[in-house]
């Protein structure tokens, strides 16, 4: 604006007579704006205001329809009082009589399941046993927190007693038929891709003893062959998965511990490659069999198996770390393992537990920073004191004019950074 009025008038007073043409235009583009703005405004106000008084009015409505409706339910009320006072000591004893029928049923039904598992348990039919004692446990749940004390005394003793037996029972038929369709299938000719798309009455045996496992999870304790022992990072494992593990966890012990010639502490790659082998080669068999059964306990079968496994290692290396801190050298190299071990791991199963808890111990992970210290100083040294360290072994063209010459020490050490 000030440009317009400097170009008008310019260093002649004579020319402000022309500057009233140019407020005449600068009103008109106000009073212009003004009404526009005055428009806007008011059209936005006015719609805001018709939603809100629409609203306000839905509000009254039913306010009103909500007082009319509480003066109904207290006349009725009212209205009721004698009637529910004649009517209740009446129904008293009708809730009272329910309650008793509903109690003798379920004692019945207690021992009805109690007799029919027995049955089951005799003819070995894993998948009635299942069914009963599942039953068996919902009737328990229903009854659980009520007044009732005798009768969930007495399903609860019902259940624990059944879930002995039960277990006692079946745990001989559960290492039977891993042997029968040759779990953890290290050792068979059978190819997996068969596994999983068979109709073997086996795998079916296989599956409801699984299922009894599953309902069994929390109710019983582990025989002594099943207890892991497990670092605190990671988890309780499920009983199914404790006896599927089981032979591997007998062979992983048999193979490297004690002084078998597969125990050297100088090549920790024999059993960070089987670990990653196992843990790798049943994974179809777990999602078609394993997975689910598995569901039911909300439970990924493919992670807690991987994790089973990896607690091996992590109680191995903790064992083995400590023996290793008085050479360098197999020390260094048990470390570069264990890092590549977690590093293909990752690649196939995720949201693992980290053997880092085991590296970063305070005794390891100090070793460990002396032991890279030493290593990189040694590695700069050799490099530095090279005969050819400062010689040029390439020219790189840059800018498409200058040449810069690249020695062997700077090539060499910028190869270690990218790898």
Known sequence: MLTNIYRIVGSAIKNLGKLKSQISVLTASISSLEKKIDYSTLSKSDSVFAKLKESQEKVNQISIEAEQLSILIEGFAKDSEPLFCELFPLIDPVISAQNKIKYHQLLEL????NYDLKDALHLKDYERIAVKFKKLQEIYSQMHGTQCGNLQNYLQGLKQEWAKTIYLSVKRSVEDVLVEIGWPFISTNQPLENVTKTTDDRYRKFQSLLKILALLNNEVDPDSDCIWE??????????????????????????????RQTNDLSRPELYLTQVLDWCKRPCAFLSEWVQP????????????FTRALYGLVVVKLSHDLPLLYEDDYLFGHCIDEILAFERELRLSVHNQPSVHETL????????WLRTEKKYAIEKMDTLLSSDTAWLSTSDVEFDGATVLYVTEVAEKFTKIFWR
């Not at 605190?232 to 004690?258: A, C, D, V």
């Not at 970063?360 to 070793?367: A, M, S, W």
């Open 230 to 259: 497990l670092p605190s990072s990671i988890s309780g494992l499920s009983l199914p998965m404790r006896h599927l593990t089981k032979p591997l966890k007998k062979r992983f012990e048999y193979h490297f511990s004690g002084n």
């Open 110 to 113: 207690g021992k009805c399941i």
């Open 360 to 367: 970063t111990g305070e005794r390891t992970l100090e070793k």
């Open 293 to 304: 059964i598995f569901d039911s306990i909300n439970i990924d079968s493919k992670e807690e």
